[in-house]
Protein backbone atom coordinates (compact mmCIF):
# COMPACT_ATOMS: atom_id res chain seq x y z
CA UNK A 1 0.00 0.00 0.00
CA UNK A 2 1.22 3.64 -0.70
CA UNK A 3 2.12 5.66 1.95
CA UNK A 4 -0.10 8.62 2.25
CA UNK A 5 0.26 11.88 3.50
CA UNK A 6 0.18 13.37 6.19
CA UNK A 7 1.80 10.70 7.99
CA UNK A 8 0.62 10.52 11.74
CA UNK A 9 2.15 11.03 14.46
CA UNK A 10 2.25 6.88 15.22
CA UNK A 11 3.42 6.42 11.70
CA UNK A 12 6.65 8.94 12.00
CA UNK A 13 7.42 11.00 14.91
CA UNK A 14 6.62 8.47 17.15
CA UNK A 15 8.26 6.13 15.27
CA UNK A 16 12.09 7.70 16.42
CA UNK A 17 14.04 7.99 19.70
CA UNK A 18 14.06 11.32 19.90
CA UNK A 19 16.61 12.86 22.28
CA UNK A 20 15.40 16.55 21.84
CA UNK A 21 12.64 18.95 20.09
CA UNK A 22 11.77 22.54 19.89
CA UNK A 23 8.98 23.55 18.64
CA UNK A 24 7.91 27.55 18.51
CA UNK A 25 5.79 30.21 16.70
CA UNK A 26 8.41 31.81 13.82
CA UNK A 27 7.98 36.02 13.19
CA UNK A 28 6.10 37.01 10.47
CA UNK A 29 6.78 40.27 10.41
CA UNK A 30 8.13 43.29 8.48
CA UNK A 31 8.73 46.43 9.88
CA UNK A 32 9.82 50.03 8.49
CA UNK A 33 10.76 53.45 10.22
CA UNK A 34 9.31 56.73 10.42
CA UNK A 35 11.33 60.06 9.18
CA UNK A 36 9.83 60.99 12.63
CA UNK A 37 12.16 57.83 13.82
CA UNK A 38 8.54 55.54 14.45
CA UNK A 39 8.91 52.26 13.54
CA UNK A 40 5.95 50.73 12.10
CA UNK A 41 5.15 47.23 12.09
CA UNK A 42 3.13 44.42 10.06
CA UNK A 43 2.12 41.17 9.98
CA UNK A 44 2.72 39.26 6.70
CA UNK A 45 0.54 36.43 7.44
CA UNK A 46 0.26 33.52 9.50
CA UNK A 47 2.99 33.06 12.18
CA UNK A 48 4.20 28.96 11.47
CA UNK A 49 5.16 26.72 14.14
CA UNK A 50 8.61 25.54 13.15
CA UNK A 51 11.55 23.70 15.05
CA UNK A 52 14.09 20.96 14.89
CA UNK A 53 14.24 17.21 15.63
CA UNK A 54 17.43 15.53 16.69
CA UNK A 55 17.40 11.53 16.96
CA UNK A 56 19.23 9.50 20.00
CA UNK A 57 21.54 7.05 19.52
CA UNK A 58 20.10 3.59 17.99
CA UNK A 59 21.58 0.44 16.97
CA UNK A 60 22.97 0.37 13.37
CA UNK A 61 19.98 -1.82 12.88
CA UNK A 62 17.69 0.64 14.56
CA UNK A 63 18.49 3.05 12.32
CA UNK A 64 18.05 1.22 8.57
CA UNK A 65 14.61 0.90 10.05
CA UNK A 66 13.52 4.52 10.61
CA UNK A 67 16.26 5.98 7.61
CA UNK A 68 13.37 4.97 5.06
CA UNK A 69 10.45 7.32 7.02
CA UNK A 70 13.15 10.13 6.84
CA UNK A 71 13.87 9.74 3.24
CA UNK A 72 9.70 9.39 2.24
CA UNK A 73 9.18 12.48 4.86
CA UNK A 74 12.00 14.33 2.70
CA UNK A 75 10.16 14.02 -0.43
CA UNK A 76 8.61 17.24 -2.40
CA UNK A 77 5.22 15.85 -2.41
CA UNK A 78 5.66 14.54 1.91
CA UNK A 79 4.06 15.65 5.05
CA UNK A 80 3.49 14.73 8.22
CA UNK A 81 1.69 15.49 11.95
CA UNK A 82 4.17 16.62 14.77
CA UNK A 83 3.95 17.50 17.92
CA UNK A 84 5.98 18.86 20.59
CA UNK A 85 6.31 15.72 23.02
CA UNK A 86 6.79 18.06 26.04
CA UNK A 87 3.88 19.07 25.66
CA UNK A 88 1.74 15.98 25.19
CA UNK A 89 -1.32 16.88 27.06
CA UNK A 90 -2.53 19.88 29.46
CA UNK A 91 -0.45 20.48 32.08
CA UNK A 92 -3.41 18.77 34.90
CA UNK A 93 -4.07 16.12 32.43
CA UNK A 94 -1.20 15.20 30.66
CA UNK A 95 -1.95 11.43 29.74
CA UNK A 96 -6.10 12.64 29.14
CA UNK A 97 -7.24 10.45 31.85
CA UNK A 98 -9.58 13.39 33.02
CA UNK A 99 -10.58 13.91 29.27
CA UNK A 100 -11.64 10.39 28.90
CA UNK A 101 -14.11 9.49 25.87
CA UNK A 102 -14.66 13.31 25.73
CA UNK A 103 -14.88 14.48 22.16
CA UNK A 104 -14.20 18.26 22.71
CA UNK A 105 -14.97 20.52 19.68
CA UNK A 106 -15.04 24.54 19.13
CA UNK A 107 -17.95 26.29 20.28
CA UNK A 108 -17.47 29.91 19.06
CA UNK A 109 -15.04 31.76 17.43
CA UNK A 110 -14.35 35.47 18.44
CA UNK A 111 -11.38 36.00 15.74
CA UNK A 112 -11.52 39.97 16.53
CA UNK A 113 -10.23 38.73 19.85
CA UNK A 114 -8.29 35.89 19.20
CA UNK A 115 -9.81 33.53 20.96
CA UNK A 116 -12.69 30.48 20.87
CA UNK A 117 -14.74 28.79 23.39
CA UNK A 118 -14.28 25.08 23.38
CA UNK A 119 -17.11 22.88 24.16
CA UNK A 120 -18.15 19.31 25.27
CA UNK A 121 -15.26 19.04 27.64
CA UNK A 122 -15.85 17.09 31.22
CA UNK A 123 -17.46 19.83 34.04
CA UNK A 124 -15.28 22.20 35.49
CA UNK A 125 -12.19 21.12 33.23
CA UNK A 126 -8.78 23.72 33.16
CA UNK A 127 -6.99 24.33 30.96
CA UNK A 128 -3.83 26.61 31.96
CA UNK A 129 -1.75 29.29 30.14
CA UNK A 130 1.00 27.27 27.71
CA UNK A 131 -1.44 24.61 27.15
CA UNK A 132 -1.46 24.09 23.74
CA UNK A 133 -4.67 22.98 21.54
CA UNK A 134 -4.93 21.58 17.72
CA UNK A 135 -8.13 21.71 15.77
CA UNK A 136 -8.89 20.92 12.08
CA UNK A 137 -11.37 22.80 9.73
CA UNK A 138 -11.96 22.98 5.87
CA UNK A 139 -12.13 20.27 3.34
CA UNK A 140 -10.21 19.80 0.67
CA UNK A 141 -7.93 19.90 1.95
CA UNK A 142 -8.17 19.64 5.77
CA UNK A 143 -6.67 22.33 7.06
CA UNK A 144 -4.37 21.82 11.01
CA UNK A 145 -4.28 24.80 13.07
CA UNK A 146 -2.38 24.72 16.77
CA UNK A 147 -2.01 26.80 19.36
CA UNK A 148 -0.83 27.95 22.57
CA UNK A 149 -3.35 29.27 25.60
CA UNK A 150 -3.34 32.62 26.60
CA UNK A 151 -5.64 32.94 29.26
CA UNK A 152 -4.51 31.98 33.34
CA UNK A 153 -6.86 29.70 34.27
CA UNK A 154 -9.99 28.96 31.41
CA UNK A 155 -12.15 26.51 33.08
CA UNK A 156 -14.89 24.85 31.45
CA UNK A 157 -18.49 25.17 33.17
CA UNK A 158 -21.19 22.39 34.33
CA UNK A 159 -22.15 22.21 30.84
CA UNK A 160 -18.35 21.67 29.64
CA UNK A 161 -18.18 24.98 27.88
CA UNK A 162 -15.11 27.02 28.36
CA UNK A 163 -14.95 31.03 28.39
CA UNK A 164 -12.86 32.39 25.34
CA UNK A 165 -9.78 31.65 25.14
CA UNK A 166 -7.35 33.89 23.77
CA UNK A 167 -4.86 31.86 21.81
CA UNK A 168 -1.42 32.19 20.02
CA UNK A 169 -1.05 32.12 17.28
CA UNK A 170 -4.55 33.54 16.78
CA UNK A 171 -6.45 31.35 15.39
CA UNK A 172 -7.10 31.79 11.55
CA UNK A 173 -10.12 32.55 9.27
CA UNK A 174 -12.09 29.34 8.44
CA UNK A 175 -12.42 27.52 11.75
CA UNK A 176 -16.57 26.89 12.66
CA UNK A 177 -18.59 25.41 15.14
CA UNK A 178 -18.09 21.83 16.23
CA UNK A 179 -15.12 21.81 14.38
CA UNK A 180 -12.94 18.65 16.29
CA UNK A 181 -10.38 19.88 18.89
CA UNK A 182 -7.67 18.29 19.82
CA UNK A 183 -5.74 18.49 23.43
CA UNK A 184 -4.11 15.16 23.71
CA UNK A 185 -1.01 14.98 21.21
CA UNK A 186 -2.16 18.56 19.86
CA UNK A 187 -0.18 18.71 16.50
CA UNK A 188 0.24 20.78 13.19
CA UNK A 189 0.85 19.67 9.83
CA UNK A 190 4.86 20.08 8.81
CA UNK A 191 7.36 19.26 5.95
CA UNK A 192 10.69 19.17 6.45
CA UNK A 193 13.30 22.20 5.57
CA UNK A 194 14.83 21.46 2.45
CA UNK A 195 18.51 21.36 3.19
CA UNK A 196 18.13 20.41 7.13
CA UNK A 197 18.33 17.11 7.04
CA UNK A 198 21.26 15.29 8.74
CA UNK A 199 22.07 11.84 8.75
CA UNK A 200 23.23 9.77 11.09
CA UNK A 201 27.10 8.86 11.71
CA UNK A 202 27.54 5.53 12.00
CA UNK A 203 30.29 2.40 13.26
CA UNK A 204 30.03 -0.61 14.04
CA UNK A 205 28.27 -0.13 16.95
CA UNK A 206 26.26 3.00 16.67
CA UNK A 207 23.95 5.59 14.56
CA UNK A 208 24.11 8.84 15.84
CA UNK A 209 23.85 11.96 15.32
CA UNK A 210 20.58 12.04 12.92
CA UNK A 211 18.46 15.46 12.97
CA UNK A 212 16.04 18.06 10.78
CA UNK A 213 13.86 20.54 11.08
CA UNK A 214 10.56 21.39 10.26
CA UNK A 215 7.84 24.13 9.63
CA UNK A 216 3.93 23.49 9.43
CA UNK A 217 2.30 24.39 6.31
CA UNK A 218 -1.44 24.93 5.78
CA UNK A 219 -1.92 22.33 2.97
Known amino acids: MATTFPLSVGDFIERFPISS ?20 RADLGIRPWQGKVELGRMLPEEYRAVQPLLMVAASAAASFMVYDTQFSGPLNDPSGAILGSATPAIGAVDIGARSIRIKDLPAGYQLVRGDRIAFTYGTNPVRYSLHSVVNQIPTADGAGLTPFIELTPPPPIGPQVDDPV ?17 PATKDRWLAQGASFEFIQTLR
Open 21 to 40: ITMSVGESLVTSRTRSGEVL
Open 182 to 198: SLIKPSCKAVIVPGTMT
